[in-house]
């Protein structure tokens, strides 16, 4: 008997992407008529009295307005951010560290505009010093980068039972 495990996209009423949700949270959307199925996936929901045909992309019924989404502060982002490049040398390569740019015992803060990728030597050679003190420049300054479609809903499109979310997420087939 299959679960009721599975991934939704969740339209704005106006079929802006909003987020990815889960069946149940799916399902009392539904019933709560807070929103309306605009594709089906390949599941069927089996109830003591009835089957459902689950969800695959749901619309709501009303606008939600929302904060612009941000991309998460983590590793691979940054390195995708400065497109694995050592921010100092300019050097590509994929033996890359992170490096605070103002070190944090100096106040620097663990954010966006102070973490750049670095090799290994530049790494070692700036330490726990400013760029001035190692007459370091930086190849680009460090920036906090815009959350993309495909940067939030990519993870999902990797399993083809999701397929039908490139209609809405605005990318084409491969």
């Known amino acids: 008997m299959p679960r009721m495990n599975g991934v939704v996209l969740v339209l704005n009423q106006n079929y802006e992407p909003l987020n990815v949700?889960?069946?149940p949270r799916a399902f009392r959307l539904l019933f709560g008529e807070k929103a309306e199925i605009i594709e089906f996936n390949h599941q069927v929901i089996h109830?003591?009295?009835?089957e459902f045909r689950a969800p695959s992309v749901?619309?709501?019924q009303h606008h939600v307005r929302r904060?612009?989404?941000r991309v998460r502060l983590t590793r691979r982002e940054v390195f995708a951010r400065d497109r694995h490049t050592c921010q100092y040398c300019?050097?590509?390569t994929n033996d890359l560290t992170?490096?605070?740019v103002v070190p944090r015992h100096r106040g620097g803060t663990h954010s966006w505009d102070n973490l750049v990728t670095a090799c290994k030597?530049?790494?070692?050679?700036k330490g726990g010093k400013s760029l001035a003190e190692v007459h370091l420049p930086?190849?680009?300054?460090?920036?906090e980068p815009r959350a993309d479609l495909y940067s939030l809903f990519a993870p999902y499109l990797a399993d083809e039972r999701n397929e039908a979310w490139r209609t809405y997420l605005f990318l084409g087939r491969n």
């Open 138 to 143: 930086l190849v680009r300054e460090p920036f």
């Open 121 to 125: 030597a530049c790494n070692h050679r």
């Open 98 to 100: 992170l490096d605070h």
């Open 58 to 60: 749901i619309r709501l």
């Open 90 to 92: 300019g050097r590509q």
């Open 21 to 23: 949700t889960n069946l």
């Open 47 to 50: 109830t003591p009295s009835r």
């Open 67 to 69: 904060p612009r989404p």
